[in-house]
């Protein structure tokens, strides 16, 4: 009989977790979780369909070349040290406590510790494509000028600033947003049906990197200063 009891509560207990988490992702939260998902596999569909026609219209020794030349971009990304991740894990708790200050304050110091990094490596970068363009390598200085943009992005496109995005709200600009950057992609692959070299793939880069921080800068929902 004691058995019985203990399975009852358990059963019990298990009815309740399924009821509130039905509870929970219903109604509006759930079209929101539906239609972001759907976005991101709209957009994966985009860059696959977008990858294909350049590997189509550009001979892989180039493409080769452009990619290898951003492979320090992996590297670059473990350079935060995990404060990144941090803000990650503790953004959602401070702000499910209404703790907007102390959410204002993480933001401002994972801001200034992805400029501190994003900087100097565009710095770097943009150095060595004026260097080509002096020694007459100008498609080399085209992929150093990309991959400058995309060192001082990368951090901010791909990391912090869609930690910021939490809320319901924010889910359905992310949405947005998410739709704006497949259809950019797709689009301008027309550049490299137009110059398929070295500066075509480049200028690609250069455009979805400043479209894609726009986006995510101009719509975020936290708006600090880094400190």
Same mark, same amino acid.
């Given at each position: 009989?004691?058995?019985?009891?203990? &399975?009852?509560?358990?059963?019990? @207990?298990?009815?309740?977790? @399924?009821?509130?988490?039905? &509870?929970?992702?219903?109604?509006?939260?759930?079209?929101?979780?539906? %239609?972001?998902?759907?976005?991101?596999?709209?957009?994966? $569909?985009?860059? $696959? %369909?977008?990858?294909?026609?350049?590997?189509?219209?550009?001979?892989?020794?180039?493409?080769?070349?452009?990619?290898?030349?951003?492979?320090?971009?992996?590297?670059?990304?473990?350079?935060? =040290?995990?404060?990144?991740?941090?803000?990650?894990?503790?953004?959602?708790?401070?702000?499910?406590? &209404?703790?907007?200050?102390? /959410?204002?304050?993480?933001?401002? /110091? %994972?801001?200034? /510790?992805?400029?501190?990094?994003?900087?100097?490596? %565009?710095?770097?970068?943009?150095? $060595?494509?004026?260097?080509?363009?002096?020694?007459?390598?100008?498609?080399?200085?085209? /992929?150093?000028?990309?991959?400058?943009?995309?060192?001082?992005? =990368?951090?901010?496109?791909?990391?912090?600033?869609?930690?910021?995005?939490?809320?319901?709200?924010?889910?359905? &600009?992310?949405?947005? !947003?998410?739709?704006? =950057?497949? !259809?950019?992609?797709? @689009?301008?692959?027309?550049?490299?049906?137009?110059?398929?070299?070295?500066?075509?793939?480049?200028?690609?880069?250069?455009?979805?990197?400043?479209?894609?921080?726009? =986006?995510?800068?101009?719509?975020?929902?936290?708006?600090?200063?880094?400190?």
């Amino acid at each position: 009989m004691k058995v019985s009891v203990n &399975k009852l509560n358990c059963l019990k @207990i298990v009815y309740k977790y @399924i009821y509130n988490f039905r &509870k929970g992702i219903s109604g509006n939260f759930a079209k929101i979780l539906l %239609a972001y998902a759907s976005s991101q596999l709209f957009g994966n $569909l985009l860059q $696959l %369909a977008a990858g294909l026609l350049i590997v189509h219209w550009i001979i892989p020794e180039i493409y080769g070349k452009f990619s290898g030349a951003g492979i320090f971009l992996g590297y670059l990304s473990l350079l935060h =040290l995990g404060v990144l991740n941090g803000l990650n894990r503790e953004l959602p708790v401070e702000h499910g406590r &209404k703790n907007f200050d102390k /959410v204002k304050h993480l933001s401002a /110091v %994972a801001y200034w /510790v992805v400029l501190f990094i994003g900087i100097p490596s %565009a710095l770097v970068l943009t150095g $060595l494509a004026l260097h080509a363009v002096f020694t007459g390598h100008i498609e080399f200085a085209w /992929v150093y000028l990309a991959y400058a943009t995309s060192a001082f992005f =990368l951090l901010l496109n791909k990391f912090y600033l869609h930690v910021l995005y939490r809320t319901n709200n924010d889910f359905e &600009k992310l949405t947005k !947003i998410t739709i704006i =950057l497949s !259809i950019a992609s797709i @689009i301008t692959v027309l550049l490299i049906w137009v110059m398929p070299d070295l500066k075509g793939l480049s200028v690609r880069l250069i455009i979805l990197n400043l479209v894609e921080f726009y =986006l995510l800068y101009y719509f975020r929902p936290i708006r600090v200063k880094p400190r």
